[in-house]
């Protein structure tokens, strides 16, 4: 940095600089009130949703007063949910095609990451490069030729449909973040176990498993993530209300012609965001750190 | 890119192998390659099978006829770009991805910008708060929004009301609901540019920032020759990637409008739904999706590059 370009049009003297101190805090008060503002406009719609779902059909439909607040909260709607057979086998289908979605996921996903950034082979270049356009590809480009190949495998109404799929959007970002992580462990590490005569496998459980642990972390949140908020693929493969998932379920189950309990469906909304949020309130910063991984390196 | 510093690992001194004979080297290294293949078959399997091969299914099948035994050539091509109803397909698709992502990325930035002045005090809580949009499964808030903007009920349109404003029918007009539809894309997408962009944010050397004041930079002149430059890469691949992800949106328009008013506020994806799956015209709905193939593969051979030369400036 030159010095000497633009010091001659802007002096700024010295006795400024209580002024200049002063100028800083108003910008991070500014920062405060402007980010206080952004935070009330973007949780407008999980507010209205948590409050909604603590009122009454009778309470929703009188339309009278603000419905911005609950005169009398009840916890009937979750409550009837919670007893419901029917959200009680939408809660179930995604629980099990989730937790099927992520084991499968990351154990393609682990292996394949491990074999490209450690082993290689002929083309194994190639195909990082193909996971990542796989990755760019979204769940709305291929899902009609899908939805043929699922009637031939008779997989149509069936939740096994998602567990095939799911994967597929899934494992190729799981893989990218694994890859990123395990070529930053040295060589050295698992060259030395190479010497010390541990097998592929071990130096994969042993070493390398436990070392990239926070990427597991972060690409395991991706796979929950893919799979707990589909709606697309459950939508279109999914016709019957006992195969349905939360999110099919809720929107297309629980709205029926124009009697809207909304009380319930907000209820039941709020229990199936309830998940994801509890995991990124914990695990927030793994998940970070893995998606903008490529944006802090360097 | 190796940065090992970090890494508590009790493991054996390294020391680099020793060299062995010639034959069994190879022998070695064969055997390595064909391991390193067999972990890799799961996942070549998954995309040769429901990646590669649904993609050229979809083109033979967009040149079938409805009942799907005659072969047409690029007749439902022509077909459905002749139609006003999918010109208007074109048309919202290319508008709703825009403005939507040039909005967030704006957002984003204005965001990360305001999150990086408070300097990490209360970060985790603050940046917790602006994350829910993007947290809550779409299709759920989606679904929460269809019910802000209610017609007889929408608690909006209450709150204009006791500020003295008239009520505004949200879905009810084309023009709104493609508005409407705008909006929550960006309510929802926002929270993702201002993590990326706070990360870049973070990345870049103070130093230059000290070394910009001393020379007499304004604020306005450190963004454009600072902040902006440095951030080049980060903004164009996330502003890329999200006009991909945007551009074949299908839960927001599916639930908030199903296309309407007027099929007005179809996108691509929510149209070859409806073509494809609702009225089971599985040959013409393939077609409306390949529509989409050419701008997503532009777009992801942009991403491709520039993550690529991201790469190389790392190594």
Known sequence: ?298 | MADGSTMVVGAAPATSPAPRQGSSMKQLARRRSMAALVLCAPLILLIVCLKIYPTFYAVFLSMLDRRMNNFVGFDNFAFMLSRPSFQLVIFQSVLFAVTAVILKAFLGFVLAHLMHNIRGRHERVWRGLLLVPWVIPLSLSTLTWWWLFDPSYSAFNWTLGMMGFDEIPFLGTVWNARFSVIAVNVWFGAPFFMIMYLAALKSVPEQLYEAASIDGATAVQRLFFITIPMMRNIILITVLYSLIVTFADFDIVRILTNGGPQDGTHLFATYAFVVGIQSGNIPRGATVSLFMFPILAALAFFVLRDVMKRNKEMA
Request: proline share 6%; hydrophobic share 55%.
């Open chain 1, 1 to 298: 940095m030159s010095a000497s370009a633009t010091a001659g049009n802007l002096p700024r003297p010295k006795s400024k600089v209580g002024s200049m101190e002063q100028q800083r805090r108003m910008a991070l008060w500014g920062s405060y009130i402007a980010l206080t503002i952004f935070v009330i406009i973007f949780l407008v719609p999980p507010f209205y949703m948590i409050v909604t779902s603590l009122k009454t059909s009778a309470e929703i439909s009188a339309q009278a007063g603000n419905p911005w607040i609950v005169k009398n909260p009840t916890f009937d709607n979750y409550w009837e949910l919670m007893t419901n057979a029917a959200f009680q086998r939408y809660f179930i289908n995604s629980v099990w095609v989730t937790a099927v979605t992520v084991t499968l996921s990351m154990t393609i996903a682990i292996l394949a990451a491990f074999s490209l950034s450690r082993m290689g082979f002929k083309g194994s270049q190639v195909l990082s490069t193909g996971v990542f356009l796989t990755y760019l590809v979204p769940p709305s480009l291929l899902f009609i030729p899908l939805f043929q190949i699922l009637g031939w495998l008779g997989l149509i109404n069936s939740t096994w449909a998602l567990v095939l799929l799911f994967p597929t959007l899934a494992v190729p970002f799981c893989t990218w973040i694994m890859i990123g992580y395990f070529s930053s462990i040295p060589k050295e590490l698992d060259e030395a176990a190479l010497i010390d005569g541990a097998s592929y496998p071990q130096i994969l459980v042993q070493i390398f498993i436990p070392v990239a642990m926070p990427g597991i972390i972060a690409a395991t949140i991706f796979a929950f993530t893919v799979a707990w908020g589909a709606f697309l693929y459950p939508l279109a493969y999914l016709y019957s209300a006992d195969q349905a998932t939360l999110t099919v379920g809720i929107v297309r189950e629980l709205i029926k012609g124009d009697v809207f309990a909304w009380g319930m469906i907000m209820a039941a909304c709020a229990m199936a965001a309830a998940p994801p949020i509890i995991i990124y309130t914990f695990l927030m910063d793994y998940y970070i750190a893995g998606l903008t991984a490529g944006a802090t390196k360097g």
